[in-house]
């Protein structure tokens, strides 16, 4: 106990939040803006009239990404609140009911009948709807919706992700453009890839690969179809 106490653990899902959308934020930066830019360039497009287009891809992105976490997220946490009011009512029409309901989801786990009663009624003498809200509805802390959260989040690491590949464009000579933002981007979102694993705690070789493929098959099929239509054009 005395270990516990003076070593307590810090588990990695507790970043889940803010990293999922520091993530997603991120690598769609890099992939949408390369992929913009390696478009237009591939249509033999001026470097001027390139950076202008990834200019304008990364605020339009950016924005975008902000109002599609917060709406997607404030959805989410709708949805929780909605559960939760329902619940407090539940317990102020029945709240025998509910204890025998929370005292069954502990018995489905492997606790016997009468321990199960026992915790049940102490977590709910605590505090009933932050019991029945993390065992019967599985919400608690760390996955409750932050809808602000996720849009900064999303926001902030979209524009730092989308000015890699812009940055490249500006030290790139015109004739090297395609291949140098392509090969730069790939390495970006490799780095990006291996600083989510760390931080999740996850494969990092797994999570490195996954991340560059999609996005190669993203930058080939985007380069591909602006030499087309460039040519025709």
Known sequence: MSRLRHHPE????????WLRAAVLGANDGIISTASLIVGVAAAAAKQNEVLIAGVAGLVAGAMSMAAGEYVSVSSQSDTEKADLARERRE???????EHDE????????????????QVARQLMAK???AAHARDELGISEITTARPVQAALTSAVMFSVGAAMPLLMVVVSPATMLVPIVSAASLGFLAL???IG???GGANIPRATLRVT???????????GIGKLF????
């Open 197 to 199: 694993a760390k931080a």
């Open 102 to 117: 929370l005292a069954e989801i502990y018995v489905k786990r492997g606790v016997d009948r009468e321990t199960a009663q």
């Open 192 to 194: 990006l890839g291996a």
């Open 230 to 233: 460039g040519t025709v054009i």
């Open 127 to 129: 505090d009933a709807l």
């Open 10 to 17: 810090k588990h990695l899902v507790d970043r889940i939040g």
């Open 213 to 223: 493929f999609w996005g190669a098959l993203a930058l080939g099929i985007t380069a």
């Open 91 to 97: 317990l102020s029409e029945d709240s025998q009911a």
